[in-house]
């Protein structure tokens, strides 16, 4: 079957790096998107990796290995406003995105 | 500013009613999807649409239908109501190429009684 799989929760301080990670397993795969999810609210897009490697975007960083099946999210200099549930989904063979439980990140100052 | 909107943030229902949840999108947008979010679950895919008229099953359709006479409009219809569809509902839309961003609306929380 298919299968997404990230951590629950993560608690992290204010000003310290943290690195939120995602293993999935998907019949075929077409990328690999991060979302931030506050409470309450609609998720908003982060990142979509395809090919690996790392892809910086201001203080968020985005790493796919395909042939491990692995991404991760490094958010650096936390700051409380990234307090937040942080949404790991694949894109399979038919564009199916399939979407993890989700990590919800805890700041702490 | 590109935008999704839902008709409601939300709503409370009784067992057995018929429920109908809008949704809009000012992108000109082709693909439009409700999910629903619950604790501990991933985002689940109840339908989704490639164009007017054109509906598609996901993951958990039963219980649900879909309508979407205009690009912009997709709505989801709980045909009958029941307490296991009490929930968080999630419209989103994207552009032609899957592989875009999809944008999401703030959401409906409905509560079935």
């Known amino acids: 079957g298919q299968n997404i799989d990230q951590p629950t929760e993560m608690t992290a301080t204010e000003g310290a790096i943290v690195q939120i990670n995602c293993t999935y397993q998907?019949?075929?795969?077409?990328?690999l998107f991060w979302y931030q999810q506050h409470a309450g609210e609609a998720p908003t897009f982060l990142s979509y990796?395809?090919l690996d490697g790392l892809e910086e975007k201001g203080r968020f960083s985005s790493f796919l290995s395909r042939s491990k099946g692995y991404s991760y999210l490094l958010l650096k200099e936390l700051q409380m406003k990234d307090s937040a549930s942080y949404l790991c989904?694949?894109?399979?063979?038919?564009?199916?995105?399939?979407w993890g439980a989700g990590t919800k990140l805890i700041i702490k100052p | 500013d590109v935008k999704v909107t839902q008709s409601s943030r939300y709503l409370v229902k009784r067992t057995g009613e018929k429920v109908f949840l809008e949704c809009v999108q000012d992108?000109?947008?082709?693909?439009m999807f409700w999910y629903r979010q619950d604790p501990g679950l991933g985002l689940r895919l109840i339908y989704f649409?490639?164009?007017?008229?054109?509906?598609e099953k996901g993951d958990i359709p039963e219980g649900y239908s879909v309508s979407r006479e205009k690009k912009e409009r997709f709505s989801l219809i709980l045909e009958s109501a029941s307490t296991n569809q009490t929930s968080m509902y999630l419209c989103?839309?994207?552009?032609?190429?899957?592989?875009?961003?999809?944008?999401f609306g703030p959401g409906t929380r409905l509560t079935v009684l």
């Open positions: 998907t019949s075929g795969f077409n990328g």
């Open positions: 992108m000109d947008h082709e693909n």
């Open positions: 989904a694949a894109l399979d063979s038919n564009y199916q995105l399939i």
């Open positions: 989103a839309s994207t552009g032609l190429a899957v592989t875009h961003e999809q944008f």
């Open positions: 649409s490639y164009d007017v008229k054109m509906k």
């Open positions: 990796n395809v």
